[in-house]
């Protein structure tokens, strides 16, 4: 975490108050993992991070306002999954590859964050502009350089005139975050990860090109 932290009072935290902050907000997330996110209390946040809910409350609201610190942190981690596709050639077997590593990129990204990514969800879904601009923070950037690659292979007369890049672009990321987030639905349809990736890599790169990867 870069820059001055500051506690709810406005007051600059010391290096020993970042620390308490910092384990608060590993405690939470931990417990995300493990419990529904309207179950978490302030109480039992505190306990496990070995401190008080007073000394909570000197850093965060409430805790929403905890989750929305560690959803933020990790929409400026889900940003760089825009260098999966900047500047990325989609011709011939470098196509290939970058379809795979988008796919793979994505599948990680969702692993790594699955407990705040379900909360956040959740809060956009019900409405919450904060979780959903969020969410979209991470979306975005994957979206527009995508949006960028059609466009690019438009000009070069490889893709249909026809196609909108930015409709194209937002399927292929809506879809995307849908099935990285049902990861575990799919293993109990007898999905394995070895067979989703290059499937869902070849609807990337149909998508895109609107051909099928080089081999």
Request: glycine share 2%; charged share 20%.
């Given at each position: 975490m870069t820059g001055q932290v500051r506690t709810v009072d406005g007051r600059v935290a010391g290096r020993r108050g970042q620390a308490t902050r910092q384990k608060l907000l590993?405690?939470?997330?931990?417990?995300?993992?493990?419990?529904?996110?309207?179950d978490v209390k302030v109480i039992d946040v505190a306990r496990k991070a070995g401190t008080s809910p007073?000394?909570?409350?000197?850093?965060?609201?409430d805790v929403e306002g905890a989750v929305l610190e560690i959803a933020?942190?990790?929409?400026?981690?889900?940003?760089?999954?825009?260098?999966?596709v900047a500047g990325r050639s989609w011709a011939g077997k470098s196509g290939r590859q970058t379809a795979e590593e988008l796919v793979d990129g994505f599948l990680s990204f969702w692993r790594k964050h699955d407990a705040i990514l379900r909360v956040v969800d959740l809060g956009a879904a019900e409405g919450d502009k904060r979780f959903y601009k969020i969410r979209m923070k991470i979306l975005n950037a994957v979206t527009n350089s995508l949006t960028d690659s059609i466009k690019e292979l438009q000009a070069k007369n490889k893709v249909d005139k026809e196609v909108s890049p930015a409709a194209m672009a937002g399927s292929l990321v809506a879809m995307l975050a849908a099935v990285a987030g049902h990861q575990k639905g799919f293993t109990s349809w007898g999905v394995k990860q070895a067979e989703l990736k290059p499937n869902l890599a070849?609807?990337?790169h149909l998508g895109v090109t609107g051909k099928k990867p080089a081999k």
């Open positions: 590993d405690c939470l997330s931990e417990m995300l993992s493990s419990s529904p996110y309207r007073a000394t909570f409350y000197q850093y965060f609201p933020e942190e990790m929409a400026k981690e889900g940003a760089s999954l825009t260098e999966l070849l609807l990337v």
